[in-house]
């Protein structure tokens, strides 16, 4: 069954138009009577009937609400330094389907890819668009959003969160695997996590400097050297087991 993200707070009765719109009545050819599961910007969930559906908008009401939890209890945010190619696309897509909250993206001092404001911009589009259809496609309850922003930006967003790590290959070459438990055992449910991975060179020394004194802590992902597209599907997918298997 089809999903939608409608940005608007929950109603029983909804008037959806513009791209959900066409995409129920001109690509899904749907018509009265038929089913979807929307989702309210306030993370309600519902099943829900088309009542009417006319060239401009379509009415629905709704049949019953979700009851399956599918968000992570904790707000987990993904920051990347900018990798090569396509990676940022790989990491929002699956980081999406593996419940990530938000995304940023930084020009690490490492990073080879270099983006100007417009081409962010565009950038950042695009991957909202991912986003989206990675929500969509794996029934979330929450939209995922992704943003664009300078390490001095970042750092001082850190006090956003109630906790700060960073994925370090040197914590994992020196068997430091303790930080990232400690972590999901102190942090309650609805509190916010930052987890920062460096682009394909890896974070500086002086870039490690500037996140610690601005609070964060270092964290091993197991034993071995992960790349930069696959760090944050491992700690998603520890945050996952940690809180939604073990628990």
């Given at each position: 069954?089809q999903?939608?993200?409608v940005?608007q707070?929950?109603q029983?009765t909804?008037?959806?138009?513009?791209?959900?719109h066409?995409?129920m009545?001109?690509v899904?050819?749907?018509s009265?009577?038929?089913?979807?599961?929307?989702?309210?910007?306030?993370?309600?969930?519902i099943?829900a009937?088309?009542i009417?559906?006319?060239n401009?908008k379509?009415?629905l009401e709704?049949l019953e609400?979700?009851?399956?939890?599918r968000?992570?209890?904790?707000e987990i945010?993904?920051?990347?330094?900018?990798?090569?190619?396509?990676?940022?696309?790989l990491?929002v897509?699956?980081?999406?389907e593996l419940?990530?909250?938000d995304?940023i993206a930084?020009p690490?001092e490492?990073?080879?890819a270099?983006?100007?404001a417009?081409k962010q911009k565009k950038?950042?589009?695009r991957?909202n668009?991912?986003?989206?259809?990675?929500?969509?496609?794996s029934?979330?309850?929450?939209?995922?959003?992704?943003?664009f922003?300078?390490?001095?930006?970042l750092?001082?967003g850190?006090?956003?969160y109630?906790?700060?790590?960073?994925a370090?290959?040197?914590?994992?070459k020196?068997?430091?695997?303790?930080?990232?438990?400690q972590?999901?055992?102190?942090?309650k449910a609805?509190q916010k996590l930052?987890?920062?991975f460096?682009?394909?060179?890896g974070l500086?020394?002086k870039e490690?400097?500037?996140?610690q004194a601005?609070g964060a802590?270092l964290c091993?992902l197991?034993p071995?050297?992960?790349?930069?597209e696959?760090?944050p599907?491992?700690?998603?997918?520890?945050?996952?087991?940690y809180y939604?298997?073990?628990?």
């Amino acid at each position: 069954m089809q999903r939608y993200f409608v940005d608007q707070a929950y109603q029983s009765t909804v008037e959806i138009s513009g791209e959900p719109h066409h995409h129920m009545s001109r690509v899904m050819r749907m018509s009265a009577d038929d089913q979807v599961f929307l989702v309210f910007n306030d993370q309600t969930a519902i099943k829900a009937k088309i009542i009417a559906i006319d060239n401009e908008k379509v009415t629905l009401e709704e049949l019953e609400k979700e009851s399956l939890q599918r968000e992570l209890p904790i707000e987990i945010t993904v920051a990347s330094g900018f990798p090569k190619g396509e990676k940022l696309e790989l990491i929002v897509q699956k980081g999406t389907e593996l419940g990530a909250h938000d995304f940023i993206a930084f020009p690490g001092e490492s990073s080879v890819a270099k983006w100007d404001a417009k081409k962010q911009k565009k950038k950042q589009q695009r991957l909202n668009k991912i986003a989206q259809e990675a929500a969509e496609q794996s029934h979330r309850q929450a939209l995922p959003v992704v943003n664009f922003a300078s390490e001095k930006e970042l750092i001082a967003g850190f006090t956003d969160y109630d906790a700060v790590l960073i994925a370090y290959e040197e914590s994992a070459k020196q068997g430091e695997q303790a930080q990232l438990v400690q972590s999901f055992q102190q942090l309650k449910a609805g509190q916010k996590l930052l987890v920062v991975f460096g682009p394909e060179g890896g974070l500086t020394p002086k870039e490690i400097g500037l996140f610690q004194a601005a609070g964060a802590k270092l964290c091993g992902l197991g034993p071995r050297i992960l790349r930069t597209e696959t760090a944050p599907f491992y700690l998603l997918s520890a945050a996952s087991f940690y809180y939604e298997l073990l628990h």
